[in-house]
Nanobody, 117 residues
Framework: QVQLVESGGGLVQAGGSLRLSCAAS????????MGWYRQAPGNQRELVAA???????NYADSVKGRFTISRDNAKNTVYLQMNSLKPEDTGAYYC???????????WGKGTLVTVSS
């Protein structure tokens, strides 16, 4: 089993920055891809960014050039640096991790990001 705990959300003005963190605990050796998803009210959950254990990354088009995902395998932590935030970035941000062996997905409880205009 793996537990994911997010932190770093909050209220920020448009153009500002936030850094989200997701700490994994438990059987972390099983994890391969880790990522961040977000869900705005009334919308479906969508992928924001993902990173493999080896450092390969993938971003949603809407955040390319503004957000950076990184990972510290020694600390079992993944980060999301969010710059030039826009009101449409508002939502609940969820950490996700994939189990390489069982192909299960693990989810954190989410952290709220609110960007005011």
């Amino acid at each position: 089993q793996v537990q994911l705990v997010e932190s770093g959300g909050g209220l920020v003005q448009a153009g500002g920055s936030l850094r989200l963190s997701c700490a994994a605990s438990g059987s972390t050796f099983r994890l391969n891809v880790m990522g961040w998803y977000r869900q705005a009210p009334g919308n479906q959950r969508e992928l924001v960014a993902a990173i493999t254990r080896g450092g390969g990354t993938n971003y949603a088009d809407s955040v390319k050039g503004r957000f950076t995902i990184s990972r510290d395998n020694a600390k079992n932590t993944v980060y999301l640096q969010m710059n030039s935030l826009k009101p449409e970035d508002t939502g609940a941000y969820y950490c996700n991790a994939g189990d390489y062996y069982s192909h299960m997905d693990y989810w954190g409880k989410g952290t709220l990001v609110t960007v005011s205009s």
